[in-house]
């Protein structure tokens, strides 16, 4: 892992690989771990990123709450400091707002999005109450509380019911995040920007993924953002539930690279 200082708070990240740059984007409440079976794989391919987000894992967590802008200006000073001028973002879940927020503000850097297992659109009044009502959670009784709650959600009925050691590794990644990021990370994203006004703008390659067992943003909420951006291809990961990427990365993994290569 290394580590560099911009926007006054210190980012963790790693970077393996040549070619095509390829950032991807963690999830909520992970880091960048999350993404260790797609590093393996697609830095054969090309160069890939990943990193700690403000409030994750070994990055700072100062306090919040932060936003989606904030953390996609992270990502490309990031970019800056690594001499990235273009890259493909691969965001999932929370990672997909961020991404969508980086298109909307540097979409000269963007050279393909992928989008897995997220949604272009705010949250609704019952959505940003229960995410309010978490950070607050988080902040007076921490962050295994947050693990309780999010686990079986997070992941689909054929992992909880048959994938111990996964269920066990998101557990693990959520319980070692700081009650303060985890509260600040939420706050911001109930009060996210709506994005589904800035697709039909989108002139790149856009992958969108989902898991079949979805039950966070659920299949038809894919199928809006396929049917928001033109010439968007979507693809279901069976037997996976909101981190398709951890439950099935084999497939995941095929997915992906088939989209990424002809790039390179």
Request: hydrophobic share 40%; glycine share 6%.
């Amino acid at each position: 892992m290394n580590s560099t200082n911009l926007n006054d708070i210190t980012i963790t990240y790693s970077d393996e690989g040549i070619g095509l740059p390829v950032i991807f984007l963690h999830a909520f409440p992970l880091n960048q771990t999350m993404w260790d079976d797609q590093s393996s794989e697609l830095k054969k391919h090309c160069r890939v990123v990943t990193l700690d987000l403000r409030g994750f894992g070994q990055s700072s967590a100062p306090p919040g709450p932060y936003s989606m802008d904030q953390m996609a200006a992270d990502v490309r000073g990031l970019m800056s400091v690594l001499d990235i001028e273009k890259a493909v973002l691969v965001g999932l879940s929370m990672g997909g707002y961020i991404a969508l927020a980086f298109y909307r503000n540097y979409p000269e850097a963007v050279r393909a999005l992928v989008l897995a297992d997220t949604r272009a659109s705010a949250d609704t009044h019952e959505a940003r109450l229960r995410r309010l009502k978490s950070a607050d959670k988080a902040e007076t009784v921490g962050s295994r509380a947050i693990a309780d709650d999010m686990v079986p959600m997070l992941v689909g009925r054929t992992t909880l019911e048959s994938r111990a050691s996964i269920v066990e590794r998101v557990r693990s990644m959520i319980e070692a995040n700081s009650p303060q990021g985890i509260a600040g990370a939420q706050r911001a994203m109930a009060v996210r920007r709506d994005s589904t006004y800035i697709l039909a703008g989108v002139d790149f390659p856009v992958l969108i993924m989902v898991g079949s067992e979805d039950t966070l943003t659920p299949i038809v909420e894919a199928e809006s953002l396929r049917n928001g951006i033109a010439g968007a291809r979507l693809c279901l990961v069976e037997d996976a539930g909101h981190l398709s990427n951890i439950e099935r990365p084999e497939e995941f993994n095929r997915i992906l690279t088939e989209f990424i290569k002809p790039m390179s």
